[in-house]
């Protein structure tokens, strides 16, 4: 029944009878799903701030090799696993189950890199920089604390995107979701990214070794 | 002219789909209501124990030593037992009863059928979400069962209380983590029930429905869910920060150099107990609101319906719930004015703080507006109704006394504040549940509340609970601190104690009289009266079908909305109502 979105006057789309969005309800949940973790990621944002500006001796420990290469790696990798979700959705459009679902593989593994490199990076922290969570030679603990708990609740989601995006391959490959569910499952792979944007610099170029 | 199909699912067969992991909106609203409602009778006789002992401090109760071998050893409650009583008191009346039944309870049933859809957005979404409610509350309460007992941090959980272990009393070792977890839990299972109320109202409202004709309990419920979704959001995440303080023994919250019970904290350093409330208090200011605004929405509604006239200003009633919403992500350092704030931090939050009080007098005159003139109905759930615009006042009024700064100095942390947000919060919301269950129970499950129970109850419930919560203020003005357990041995205290002794009389008398509301409501499930398809001539499209509805609410008819939610007494109509779904030349308005 798509005759009344083609006669509907402008104006009216909040009449009634349908989305105003004229969209799925699915798509219009993932936003405000977005909303809601982008808050979450504010709170613990604003926690790092509170804590850095509270604590003078805040250290600065991280070398460019191999701490900033590795990040600025990772960086690379989930952008580009953004751009390989965005040609995903794009065959999705035009029908093509078959090259969806390849790019679907491709920003997968660019996802897992990320994990692989964000674990060896914070298996480096922790044996040979000695920052833990509970402590470091400064003597600050909570730089150790913060790190970890930002990045990890980062981690876990980029995660629980890869099990996601799984989900969406196998069902997209055995002809069963449509182009929209896979639009869906992409805003929410575009959001860890862009979180990441903020927590990189923030977490890692801020607290390179100058 | 198809409305979204999309929830559209067949009626399931069998009990435990039927009932148990029912995906129907209006079973999963009643799940939602008998889970407050078990809560309630919980959370009220834990605050009966503790208004027993205040004036009985040394009193030897025998079951009291069978129920808490240690904490109550030899009959005699230990001033933490007191606590845990009071936090589990707190956060089992906050979270699982004001914050789950007028939303999740009555909006789960009636949001979809008050704009005219089949069921939520995600039906699945919302059975997870019930469940997960179920899973955070049985967390909760087993803190009582484990070792230690109960947490005596109070339903703020304030650091380090609530983050250095046990050695900051018995309750805060497996009880304070136990209600962490809960706590995160329920984070989640609100998070999921605001995704669903919000999709609903925007994508699901039936043709003509626009949004100046919802009821202003859906306005309600929008806004709330709004406020969940925020709020909810940021409190997640203290709680794993705290979580992580706990088990792993970072320190966020926990400064270095603290000495607690005569021992200095060692292994923390360079956290801060402040940070905690300001992300508690992100989350709790809202949280206020999310208790109280559902009960606006329905105390208006039933206004207009019982006093057969329009609510006084429906579009000012709108904004005035949006600026409320919005306001209230502004204040939430009032509750910090003693926790050291820079003074102009303080006069900030305190002028954003009156400003709230903007719309919610526009509200208060808006609703005696629409009683103005009207043909008033007494019946109990107008009764129940009338209450709450009572308490809102009488609440709202010592709230401008705690949101000045240099008033709060005085009164932080005294009974003052105990009263205040009880009258509010506690009483004002229940009593718009109250109003909901008299008003909407005949729909609910087809039968028709006793009358004349209904309104000894309304009586005996708002003289007790004027009774209980009026001394409050003036034993605080008194200087009364709260959190006492015992303060018999102080002097200036002392004297106040028969106010003590008559409040705690006023809190029996008013549980008891809450009998009269079970048994009126068990009966009634089984014995009322038939209820007719409109008992009360109400206009919203909930009164248009059967009591109780069909499985798909509307019996497979699409409904098309013709007209505003309060066409009451409308001159010329033929009757004194105009249904929503009426056809357009009924009336000449619109």
Not at chain 1, 34 to 59: E, G, K, Q
Not at chain 2, 201 to 230: E, F, N, Q, S
Request: charged share 10%.
């Amino acid at each position: 029944m798509s005759t009344h979105v083609t006669t509907a006057a402008a104006g009216s789309l909040w009449e009634g009878g349908r989305s105003p969005y004229l969209t799925n309800s699915k798509k219009f949940g993932m936003w405000l799903f977005i909303i809601s973790d982008a808050l979450t990621f504010s709170a613990m944002l604003f926690v790092y701030t509170y804590s850095r500006v509270s604590n003078p001796n805040w250290p600065t420990p991280f070398h460019f090799s191999p701490s900033i290469v590795f990040s600025s790696v990772m960086t690379f990798a989930l952008l580009t696993s953004s751009l390989t979700m965005v040609m995903a959705v794009h065959a999705m459009n035009r029908g093509n189950r078959a090259a969806a679902a390849r790019w679907l593989i491709a920003t997968m593994a660019a996802g897992a890199t990320f994990v692989g490199l964000h674990l060896t990076e914070w298996m480096n922290l922790i044996h040979h920089e000695h920052i833990t969570a509970l402590g470091n030679e400064w003597g600050v603990p909570l730089f150790g604390g913060t790190f970890f708990a930002i990045t990890g609740l980062h981690m876990t989601h980029v995660v629980i995107g890869l099990i996601y995006l799984g989900i969406v391959c196998q069902a997209v490959m055995r002809g069963k979701f449509k182009a929209e569910d896979v639009e869906v499952a992409g805003l929410y792979w575009h959001f860890v990214d862009l979180v990441w944007m903020f927590v990189f610099p923030l977490v890692y170029l801020m607290s390179a070794k100058i | 002219m198809s409305a979204p199909t999309h929830s559209a699912h067949h009626a399931p067969q069998g009990f435990i789909r039927k009932y148990v992991f029912s995906l129907d909106h209006k079973v999963i609203g009643i799940q939602y209501y008998f889970l407050g409602l078990f809560s309630v009778f919980i959370g009220m006789g834990l605050s009966l124990l503790m208004r027993f002992h205040m004036v009985n401090p040394e009193a030897k109760v025998a079951w009291f030593a069978k129920l808490w071998p240690t904490a109550a050893a030899g009959g005699m409650m230990t001033p933490e037992l007191y606590l845990s009583l009071m936090t589990m008191h707190g956060t089992i009346m906050v979270f699982f009863v004001l914050t789950t039944v007028p939303q999740s309870g009555f909006g789960n049933y009636f949001l979809p059928l008050q704009i005219g859809a089949e069921d939520m957005a995600f039906p699945v979404l919302n059975m997870l979400s019930f469940w997960t409610t179920f899973i955070a509350l049985v967390v909760m309460v087993s803190a009582f069962f484990v070792q230690g007992g109960a947490p005596l941090a109070g339903w703020t959980a304030y650091p380090p209380l609530s983050a250095a272990g046990r050695i900051t009393g018995p309750g805060e070792g497996m009880g304070q983590t136990l209600w962490i977890l809960s706590i995160a839990i329920f984070c989640g299972a609100s998070l999921m029930g605001a995704i669903n109320f919000i999709a609903t109202t925007v994508d699901l409202r039936c043709k003509g429905m626009r949004l100046m004709r919802m009821p202003l309990t859906c306005w309600t419920w929008l806004v709330t869910a709004i406020l969940a979704l925020l709020g909810f959001a940021v409190l997640l995440a203290a709680g794993l920060l705290l979580i992580l303080d706990r088990t792993v023994g970072t320190s966020f919250f926990i400064p270095g150099g603290l000495m607690i019970s005569d021992q200095i904290i060692s292994n923390h350093k360079g956290g801060s107990p402040l940070l905690w409330q300001h992300l508690f208090w992100f989350f709790g200011h809202p949280e206020v609101y999310i208790a109280i605004l559902p009960g606006m929405g329905v105390t208006s509604h039933l206004l207009s319906t019982f006093a057969r006239k329009p609510v006084f200003g429906y579009k000012a009633m709108v904004y005035a719930i949006l600026s409320i919403g919005f306001l209230g992500f502004l204040v939430w350092g009032h509750h910090m004015f003693m926790s050291g704030m820079n003074p102009y931090s303080a006069m900030a939050f305190s002028v954003l703080t009156m400003a709230i009080g903007v719309p919610s007098a526009i509200k208060t005159f808006n609703w005696i507006g629409t009683l103005w003139g009207g043909k008033i109905h007494f019946d109990t759930a107008m009764m129940f109704s009338l209450g709450f615009v009572s308490l809102f006042v009488t609440g709202g009024l010592s709230g401008i006394f705690l949101g000045q700064p240099a008033l709060d100095l005085y009164f932080h942390d005294t009974y003052f504040v105990v009263g205040h947000f009880h009258m509010i919060m506690g009483v004002a919301a229940i009593f718009g549940m109250f109003a909901g269950t008299f008003y909407w129970f005949p729909k609910m499950f087809g039968r028709m509340m006793n009358e004349t129970l209904g309104k000894i109850h309304f009586y005996a419930t708002f003289i007790g609970v004027y009774c209980i919560f009026t001394p409050m203020h003036f034993v605080g003005m008194a200087g009364n601190p709260r959190r006492y357990s015992d303060f018999t041995n102080v002097e200036y205290l002392a004297a106040l104690m028969p106010v003590h002794k008559f409040m705690t009389h006023a809190a029996y008398f008013t549980a008891a009289v809450q009998i009269l509301f079970l048994i009126n409501l068990f009966w009634s499930l089984w014995k009322g009266p038939k209820a007719p398809m409109n008992p009360w001539n109400s206009t919203s499209l909930e009164w248009t079908v059967s009591s109780p509805p069909p499985f798909d609410n509307f019996g497979g008819v699409h409904p098309v909305v013709n007209h505003g939610p309060y066409e009451f007494s409308v001159p010329g109509a033929p009757t004194d109502f105009i249904m929503q779904t009426d056809p357009p030349s009924v009336t000449s308005e619109d």
